[in-house]
T-cell receptor
Framework: EDQVTQSPEALRLQEGESSSLNCSYT??????LFWYRQDPGKGPEFLFT???AGEEKEKERLKATLTKKESFLHITAPKPEDSATYLC???????????FGAGTRLFVKA | SQTIHQWPATLVQPVGSPLSLECTVE??????LYWYRQAAGRGLQLLFY??????ISSEVPQNLSASRPQDRQFILSSKKLLLSDSGFYLC???????????FGSGTQLSVL
């Protein structure tokens, strides 16, 4: 069964303290892996798409990487405005379904 | 540019009452449209998707239904709400089934 597991469930960082969020996935075939950011009471906002192992994408303080079984979202020198829930999702080959993980809630304290 | 509108933002309904949530997309044609539900601490659950007018696929058996009366309009309905229908409902669109999703701002539904 296609599955996405994110860890940790919650992460508390001090401003400037770099860390990584993990997304482990099990799919029969991967068409794409997506990262989204979701603020409380809002819809998710797209961050990155990764298609193949070894691929990396960067945007400001965020960098996403992909292996054959997991993806990491690295946050370098985070700021309080980076506080949000980060969602990982996979698009298996075949069908129309994008499968989401439960997310990692990130809290960055000034 | 493309935009997605979803309303209402908040809704409180009694058990057994009907439901109608509406979503419209602007600035694109023939989008793929989706309804998701998000429970606290859980991943987004796909409820319905549509690749064209009148074409609706259901992912989860329930007392909800969806319709697509126009190319860029997607409606989520129920004839009689249950307590378990409470949650955060999100409409989304994509250009193709393989691409990223663009989400609306969501509707927080409380069934009391």
């Amino acid at each position: 069964e296609d599955q996405v597991t994110q860890s940790p469930e919650a992460l508390r960082l001090q401003e400037g303290e770099s860390s990584s969020l993990n997304c482990s996935y099990t799919v029969s075939g991967l068409r794409g892996l997506f990262w989204y950011r979701q603020d409380p009471g809002k819809g998710p906002e797209f961050l990155f798409t990764l298609y193949s192992a070894g691929e990396e994408k960067e945007k400001e303080r965020l960098k996403a990487t992909l292996t054959k079984k997991e993806s990491f979202l690295h946050i370098t020198a985070p700021k309080p405005e980076d506080s949000a829930t980060y969602l990982c999702a996979v698009r298996p080959t075949g069908g129309f379904k994008t499968i989401f993980g439960a997310g990692t809630r990130l809290f960055v304290k000034a | 540019s493309q935009t997605i509108h979803q309303w209402p933002a908040t809704l409180v309904q009694p058990v057994g009452s009907p439901l109608s949530l509406e979503c419209t997309v602007e600035g694109t044609s023939n989008p793929n449209l989706y309804w998701y539900r998000q429970a606290a601490g859980r991943g987004l659950q796909l409820l319905f998707y549509s690749v064209g007018i009148g074409q609706i696929s259901s992912e989860v058996p329930q007392n909800l239904s969806a319709s697509r009366p126009q190319d860029r309009q997607f409606i989520l309905s129920s004839k009689k709400l249950l307590l378990s229908d409470s949650g955060f409902y999100l409409c989304a669109w994509s250009r193709t089934t393989n691409e990223k999703l663009f989400f609306g701002s969501g509707t927080q539904l409380s069934v009391l």
